[in-house]
């Protein structure tokens, strides 16, 4: 999916959600658990419930990979069943991958080409040869972390050299790789108030902002130090979502708890004039 | 498995090498390719070759993940053979993994405990709570990357804060995560001048060194700036073995070449007086 058509999209459905499908096996409804494939029966429900009001789901890979075998085939049901009922929705695979050339070849081979995700998130460590192997796919992205929402980004994302810090140098360093076309960059919204400084680096860039809900970042915070005039935004909730209830109700919820979220999105974009 | 038998692992078999399990379904010699599981079929060849010379195996992930669910199975058969007729040798998942706290807890439950690694590779970038899960499985390892052996290493790793490089910063700030019994560091034999440097910082740790052979990087080298008096070293060679011939003798090829670095390995740590 190219920029304009993720833009378009964030326009017709009035939203810039992303819904997080960090589906924990231990963490599913009771009565699904006697199923042939829990994981996928709960993200399809989870799905058709929000499908109206979301631009984008990511699978956080380590979910499926702790299931070995079986998770795996729970992610590449996953992904079919999203590509085949809403094949406009931007499909991130959020996997963290990095490494040697080579590798991260087979990397990008896994993700972008063999399960046809639209992007991946990527660790930036290992530099250049780490990431651009994932930029040579057309209409496929990059997502490079850059200052994430945990509390261990204090450890080294900010340390400084000669006063850049180590994710704006990573921003900074990666505008060398590739472009507003086919790269984006994780600023979690536990950070929200550097996100000024952040679009002085990349005006134009998507960000994926991860940590709102559950990890306590304020949608509107990120807004406001965050949307430019293409939105520039998909901001993701996991947790406040497909996890809000744990009965029979929680596809129901989590329906409600996304078009909670899109109320509020369509709201900032009327502001920003975008609609 | 703890440092001890590690350690005895070494002096009983005079070798430090680890045989990196890159095995790119595209590089396999074309006999195999006919057969119901070529990659795992290959793998038993080359570890049967080379095991009585080697105190590891490295699978690197992304050569099984970029097959997807056969990729997967490959992996957990190969796992399944090496702990089933060598369960004396170190098992690294070259996973290159590290997300937030609750994610990282799901990708050491992927490879410490349904795949039943030793150890994983991780990456720093994202601090403490991304690298602390998977310290919490006991004589289970931590293999943090700290100096990469590829080109892109220059671009982040070497940046400086207060004279402190960020890979210096990453072995520093570690050792108030783990200690030589549960964390070693990654760091590129294309680099070995670095490595005195590096053993003032953690003068115990084993050192995961890859870059000898393929990439560049020289065995003696390693050992003259690395060698501890445990001999704190793991050197891996991945293309330089697996695929040292294409045809039928791939594995008779593999094992010389491993006997041939194991002979220089029993020379070093001769040198050093642990043999």
Redesign the interface.
């Known amino acids: 999916m190219n920029y304009t058509a993720l833009f378009e999209q964030i326009k017709k459905k009035k939203s810039f959600l992303c819904v997080g499908l960090?589906s924990?096996i231990a963490k599913i409804p009771a009565h699904l658990q006697q199923v042939a494939d829990p994981v996928f029966e709960f993200n399809k429900a989870v799905i058709d419930a929000t499908a109206g009001v979301t631009i984008a789901y990511k699978p956080?890979i380590?979910?499926y990979?702790?299931?070995?075998?079986e998770?795996?085939?729970s992610l590449?049901k996953t992904v079919t069943y999203i590509r085949q009922q809403y094949p406009e929705i931007f499909l991130i695979a959020?996997a963290?991958?990095?490494?040697?050339?080579n590798?991260?070849q087979?990397?990008a081979?896994?993700f972008l080409e063999?399960?046809n995700f639209d992007a991946i998130t990527v660790?930036?460590?290992?530099?250049?040869?780490?990431?651009t192997p994932f930029l040579q796919y057309p209409e496929k992205w990059v997502i490079l972390?850059a200052l994430?929402?945990?509390?261990?980004?204090?450890?080294?994302?900010f340390?400084?050299?000669k006063g850049v810090k180590?994710y704006e140098?990573?921003l900074r360093?990666s505008q060398e790789w590739g472009d507003k076309q086919n790269m984006m960059y994780v600023v979690g919204a536990t950070k929200a108030e550097m996100l000024g400084g952040i679009r002085d680096i990349v005006p134009d860039h998507f960000l994926l902002v991860p940590g709102v809900g559950a990890q306590g970042g304020s949608l509107q915070e990120v807004a406001k130090y965050g949307m430019n005039s293409h939105c520039g935004l998909i901001v993701n909730s996991s947790r406040g979502i497909i996890f809000a209830d744990k009965t029979e109700q929680f596809a129901v919820r989590a329906g409600e708890e996304a078009r909670k979220l899109q109320g509020e999105m369509e709201i900032l974009l009327k502001e920003k004039g975008i609609l």
């Open positions: 960090d924990d956080n380590a979910f990979e702790s299931r070995g075998v998770g795996w085939q590449e959020d963290k991958r990095g490494d040697i050339g590798t991260s087979m990397y081979k896994a063999t399960l660790a930036p460590y290992m530099g250049e040869d780490s990431v972390l994430t929402s945990n509390k261990g980004a204090f450890d080294f994302q340390r400084e050299d180590l140098a990573v360093k």
